[in-house]
């Protein structure tokens, strides 16, 4: 029920008229009186009231702040990107990007708290405020970028492609008409799939599963003839096929998968904070600051250098709520961000070799490039 408080003017015209018996004079007449009075109407709304409260400025920071840690959207199954090392230890390139993130605003790297989600919860646990950073190989688009909520910083460039048997004979999308594929449902990889083959004119028997790890286990027992996905979780599952040599990866792709960290709509500072970040990878590696040589590059001669490491100047932290040094303990943190690629991607990475392709520096003829920090 609600209470409307209403201005009602209320003009009143008052004339006196003495009437007098036997023919008397009239009164004299008396100007008009305006009558302003206020009314309270109480007026009872049908039906079940719905209270939205969205995120405001400032909100997720002050949440992080008081529980000690920050929740990240993850997986622990997918090698390179969010996995369990040998000790039960959630680790990965998604891993580092959250861990970089609670350095900058707790201090601390190892302050977080990996939710693992599947495809399809991706979303809601974004929209419902979940996690705090979607960190989990998502793929930022228009659709998922107005329902979501905020895409960040793209931290891989990727595009869907194929894997097939070595004796398959398959090398190109025609050669896969009336093949079925193994496909996870819930994502743009089903629907990508579903637009390429309707383009080309060719049929295909989707085998669908929620779970990403199903995909890949239907495909190496023979279930599908083909599984589809980002060319980089095709490498990461290849790897853990019984017979790996047995498979191959096409040479082609069919989308664009900008691989992207998300976070809840509403918050502008938490966005902008988490955005920071994310160019502070990129532009240490752009300057050659490195986890190891952080403190020393705080004295360097270049003063855009000096400005990022919180040496001197103000980058934005003041705004944010956040210290000088926030992205400096980042990049201690996790490294440049060719630090943590080759963490896990180099030659001799934790997980597998991918050469970094559009995910070297623009300088190096890749996508990667950080606006000014300062």
């Not at 079940?48 to 000690?68: N, S």
């Not at 996870?184 to 383009?199: I, M, Q, S, V, W």
């Amino acid at each position: 029920m609600r209470k409307i408080t209403t201005l009602v003017g209320v003009l009143a015209l008052v004339s006196i008229l003495l009437a007098a018996c036997g023919g008397g004079a009239p009164a004299p007449s008396v100007e008009p009186v305006t009558v302003v009075e206020t009314v309270v109407v109480t007026v009872e709304v049908p039906g079940e009231l719905v209270v939205t409260e969205p995120q405001g400025y400032g909100t997720i920071l002050a949440r992080v702040k008081e529980r000690g840690k920050v929740v990240c959207g993850g997986r622990t199954d997918l090698l390179g990107f969010g996995y369990l090392d040998d000790s039960g230890k959630n680790i990965g390139f998604d891993i580092d990007l959250c861990r970089a993130v609670a350095a900058a605003v707790l201090g601390d790297p190892t302050a977080i708290e990996i939710v693992p989600l599947t495809a399809a919860d991706r979303g809601p646990a974004l929209q419902t405020g979940e996690v705090d950073l979607l960190s989990r190989n998502a793929t930022w688009n228009s659709k998922r970028d107005a329902e979501w909520g905020n895409f960040t910083v793209t931290m891989f460039y990727d595009g869907q492609t194929f894997i097939v048997r070595q004796d398959s004979g398959i090398e190109t999308l025609q050669d896969m008409d009336g093949a079925t594929v193994c496909v996870t449902t819930g994502t743009t990889t089903e629907k990508n799939l579903a637009t390429a083959f309707a383009d080309a004119g060719l049929t295909f028997e989707a085998v669908t599963f929620e779970d990403t790890a199903s995909v890949y286990s239907a495909y190496d027992e023979g279930r599908c003839d083909v599984a589809t996905s980002d060319g980089s979780q095709l490498a990461a599952i290849r790897v853990g096929l019984q017979n790996p040599d047995d498979h191959k990866l096409l040479g082609f792709t069919i989308s664009k998968e900008p691989l992207t960290p998300a976070v809840p709509a509403g918050d502008d500072q938490w966005l902008d904070i988490v955005k920071t970040v994310m160019w502070s990878l990129i532009s240490a590696e752009e300057f050659g600051v490195t986890s190891s040589n952080v403190e020393a590059m705080k004295a360097s001669e270049n003063g855009d250098i000096r400005i990022l490491l919180g040496a001197e100047g103000d980058w934005g932290y003041t705004q944010l709520g956040v210290d000088a040094d926030s992205l400096a303990r980042a990049i201690a943190a996790v490294g440049n961000y060719g630090e943590i690629y080759d963490r896990y991607f180099g030659a001799d990475g934790l997980a597998f070799e991918l050469d970094r392709g559009p995910n070297k520096l623009a300088k190096d003829g890749g996508l990667l490039y950080s606006p000014p920090i300062k």
